[in-house]
Every structure is written in structure tokens, then in C-alpha cells.
């Protein structure tokens, strides 16, 4: 061919893309799709390096889970957010900005829906389409070359620069994790909040007291108690975060009342007789003062060193017409430890304590420090599987594997980080229980001792719904050959990449294979050797069944 006629052919097809539809392109985003460029042809699509950094190159066609393209519509479209079966929604397509709106690398990076995770498809007059972002431009579209399948963000338009859609398959949405079985009313299990409402707002009121023997000082300055318990603004913000701002936590300090005295000593009348102390300091107050029915929870403050060493939580308490549904007695270690406000605001949304009652020996805690209902000392926030109880974490991050009939592999997936906001972050797994799961998650960090040693891994644990507050009711299945820790075996919890846990169930061992680290995500993996005739998977029972506690919650929770 002549040097003419590959000038008129390459003059054809520049014509024939630069002649763009006005509108961007708008896609069906119920499917996976594989994304093909017009150099490279129909054998090749745009994968992901399966080397855990986010990288993209051009491969040949293939079942390969990084050619699974999803896009997701974005609320200033027609504009996408660009993910992989491989990576789920916690990686999307990004810029790296190393030039500003000059730069020409991308790579799939942590969502956050920055402007460089806003793609626009272009559609051209030939079928193919060009793909931008917010922030490099229209004029900067994703391309190849033959000598380089790694894609670049460029200003010229040529063939490599021209995509086409192909649809694989639907997208298909994750198992939804059944309700434990059965659900005993009237007290704090590892149970669904099944016919209790989630809240979106909770309110709560501070009120102060002091005793005949001990009394408010001087400088007992309510309104700097109150932002001391409170964290200055950051327990609210805290709850925010947990629960993705799906919980508005109010806390009304009434610094405005001078301390109520009530009769006795704490030590003496008091601290074994915590529902009459919390009758008594609210019959203290008049509803002219504060209107207990318009809170959610009231909070008893006394002040520090006066022999009230330890907080709880109590409820149904009844003051003169009024019923008051939760109070948290504060006590000493609240000044010491504001976190422990977020421990006992756990137990009024229906939280158990996951700490044994019958041991003070935290080398012996099968929970470990993990998460605010067990260790408020050390942890910063709630487990997964209490996001999830609280209806906080969104359907799409978690899921559940159910058992098969065979053995096998079930479920090869990402896990990311709770504290993110897209992926899944959460994963329950069948062990031929109603009332007993396995779950994992990515390990949040800790503060205290030694905190680097816990920042990384996955941590896997039983959740048990007929095991009552205090009695341990979640029990972490910890990695023998973890960083070992001065405190106990649950201190050596993170599986890390090449780990395999395996639980023995009755009909059924559970593995699960941790495989890749990318970035604060992991790879994992999850088999089941199922013994002969098991029919799989568990049923679980719909409606969820509920029966009356044989032995009301009279007590109080620390």
C-alpha cells in the first residue's frame, strides 16, 4: 500500500472519531462489561496487573475477573465510576496525580469519588467512544499504543484513544446475611434488632448530681465535665463515622441546673442499688426542668472521686408518670476513659457486652480488645458485625457465603476497610447453625500497647445469638502463629497474606485463605469440606421466630 493511501486511511478514520455525538454516552450498568480499545482489536481487553498495585494493562481476552468492568453511575452524570469484579467497589478507576491536569498515568485506587474517578464516555460517529475524567479534561482521553498497552491520558487522537463496550454478564448483588435464630426479647444478644426500629437520631440529656457526703465543688464546672465526657464535640462525631451518618447523636448538656443533691452515700446506699439511684436522681429533677420523654437516654453525672467507680447502663426507668427506656450511670472511669460513653451508648441501641463478666483477666477475654463492646481502652470503634446489627453498614458491604452441598470453593472476594465507604467490608459465613455464624473482617487499628502490631490482617470470629451479654457471645478464632502478645492467644488475632483459618463446624470444616494485600484490603478466599449427605445451605427461618425471655434483663451493664 502506497504512503498516499495510508495517509487517506488514517485522514478516514480520524474523520470518522472526531465526529462526536453532543451527549455523553449512557450505559445500562446492570452488566460487567469488557472494555476493548480500536488499535489493539477485539482479542484484547483492559485488565488489572494481578500484582495488588492497581495497575492497568491491555491483555488478551479472558476470564480473567479484572476484564469485568462495572460502571456506576455517578449524581453529576451521565458520569461513571469505573471497578472491577477483582477489586469490587473499594478501587475505582483514578488519576495519579503527579502533573496536575497534565498528568498522564492512571491506576485503580481506594474510592473516594474524587474528580479523577469521574469518567465521561464520549460516544464518536463510528461506534467507539472516548474516556475522560473531571480532572484532566475532555482533551485528555485514556489511551494505547501498540508499543505501550499501558494506558496514558493523552491530548492526541488517534485509533488507541477509541473504546467499545461488551457486555458480560449481570451484575449481581451480594447474599444478604440471614437473622440469627431465635430472637429472645428483652435482652442484649448478638441477635438482629428485628422489630425494633434502627434510629436515625438519637437524643440525650446530661443531668448532674452529687450526695450528702459528697458534694459538687467549686470548680465541678459542669459545662467543661460534659465536654470532657463528651470529647469535646468528638463523641458525636465518632457515631457519625460508625455508622456512615446513618446516627445523628445528640447530647444536650444541661450545665443550665445547678447539681442536685440526693440523699445518702454512693458507697453506702447506692452502688449495689443502681436502678434506685437512677430513680432517685431523676426524681430529683421536675419535668419543668427537664422533660425526660423528650430523650432517648439519660446520662447521671456525678462528680469525679466521689466512690462511683464504674459506668452502666440500665433501662425502664420510672419516674412518677414518665418511663425513661435508657440511663447510663457515669462513673470514675468515664473521666479517665470518655470511650467508655461509647460503650454504654453501644448497650442502649441493643449492643451486648462481649467481655466476660466472670473475669476481670484480660489475658483471658476470648473477644480480645476488639471493638468498643469489649475493650473501650483500647479500641476506636465498633466490629463489623455490630455495623451491620445496627442496619449502619449498606447492603452492598457485606455478604454472606452459604454452605454448598458439595465441597468446594464458594467465594473469592476483597475485603476493605470498615472504616471506608464503598466495597465490602464485612463477610458471614454458614457453619450449618441458625444461630451461630462466622465472620471476617479487615482489623481496625488499635491505640495502646504495641497498636502497630493490630493495624493489619483479617480478623475472624463466631457470633453467637443465644449467648447473653457478658457471656462472651463472640469469640475470636485467633491465628496461633499471630505476633505474639504478652495478654492472651485473642491478642494474636490478624491472619496475614499466605494465612489459612479453618474452622471445624458440626457437618463442615470452613477455610478461609488469605491471599493478597492491596493497599488496606485483602484477597480472600473461602472453601467448604462438607461431610457426607449434608444438603446445604442452612435454612434460616422466615419469619425470624421470637419468644419472651424466661429471665427479664433485670441488670445493669458495664
Known sequence: MSFSSLLLLFFSYTLAVVCQDSAPLTVDTSYYYRIMNDLTG???????????????????????????????????????????????GAFS????????????????????RDSGQYWTLTPSANGSFTLSND?????????????????????????????????????????????????????????????????????????????DDCHAQSNDNQTAIGQQLTLNGALTELFSNQSYSNLNLSVDIRSDLAWHTIPGAWRQDWGSDIRGYNAAALSNFTINEVDFSAYDVVMIVPPQNCGADRSYENGNV??????????????????????????????????????????????????????????????????????????????ERK???????????????????????????????????????LVAEVVQPMNGTNATEWDQGVMVYT???????????????????????????????????????????????????????????????VSYDVAAGFKGPTVFAVPVEFIEDPNRDSGAHH
Open 42 to 88: 477485539p482479542s484484547k481487553a483492559l485488565d488489572i496487573l494481578p500484582d495488588g498495585s492497581g495497575g492497568l494493562n491491555v491483555a488478551d481476552l479472558g476470564p480473567s475477573s479484572g476484564q469485568f468492568w462495572r460502571l456506576a453511575p455517578l449524581a453529576n452524570g451521565p458520569k461513571y465510576a469505573l471497578s472491577t469484579l477483582y477489586l469490587g
Open 399 to 437: 455478604t454472606f457465603a452459604k454452605a454448598p452441598a458439595r465441597s468446594g470453593i464458594t467465594k473469592r472476594m476483597l475485603l476493605s476497610p470498615l472504616d471506608g465507604h464503598y466495597g465490602t467490608s464485612l463477610l458471614a459465613m454458614d457453619i450449618g447453625s441458625t444461630s451461630k455464624v
Open 463 to 525: 457470633v453467637d445469638s443465644t449467648v447473653w451479654s457478658g457471656s462472651e457471645p463472640l469469640q475470636l478464632v485467633h491465628n496461633p502463629a499471630g505476633v505474639p502478645s504478652n495478654r492472651g492467644a485473642a491478642w494474636q488475632t490478624p491472619w496475614q497474606v499466605g494465612s489459612a483459618m479453618t474452622y471445624v463446624a458440626e457437618y463442615m470444616n470452613v477455610t478461609l485463605k488469605v491471599e493478597q494485600q492491596i493497599k488496606d484490603s485483602y484477597f480472600v478466599e
Open 318 to 395: 420510672t419516674v412518677g408518670a414518665q418511663n425513661v427506656s435508657s440511663v447510663i450511670t457515669l462513673a470514675d472511669d468515664a473521666y479517665s476513659d470518655p470511650y467508655t460513653l461509647a460503650h454504654e451508648l453501644g448497650h442502649t441501641l441493643g449492643l451486648p457486652d462481649l467481655y466476660p463478666y466472670a473475669t476481670s483477666d484480660r489475658h483471658l477475654w476470648k473477644a480480645g480488645p476488639w471493638g468498643l463492646m469489649s475493650d473501650d481502652w483500647q479500641s476506636r470503634g465498633f466490629l463489623g458485625w455490630h455495623r451491620h446489627r445496627l442496619g449502619w453498614l449498606a447492603t
Open 93 to 112: 478507576l483514578d488519576v495519579i496525580n503527579d502533573n496536575g491536569s497534565a498528568s498522564a498515568h492512571v491506576h485503580l485506587d481506594t474510592t473516594r
Open 135 to 211: 480532572f484532566t479534561g475532555l482533551d485528555r482521553p485514556l489511551g494505547v499504543s501498540i508499543s505501550a498497552p499501558t494506558p496514558v491520558l493523552g491530548g492526541n487522537n488517534y485509533s488507541g484513544q477509541h473504546w467499545r463496550l461488551s457486555k458480560i454478564s449481570n451484575v449481581t448483588s451480594n447474599d444478604d446475611i440471614p437473622a440469627l435464630t431465635p430472637v429472645v426479647k428483652s435482652h442484649l444478644t448478638e441477635q438482629e434488632n428485628i422489630g425494633d426500629p434502627i434510629p436515625s437520631t438519637w437524643k440525650v440529656v446530661m443531668i448532674f448530681i452529687d450526695f
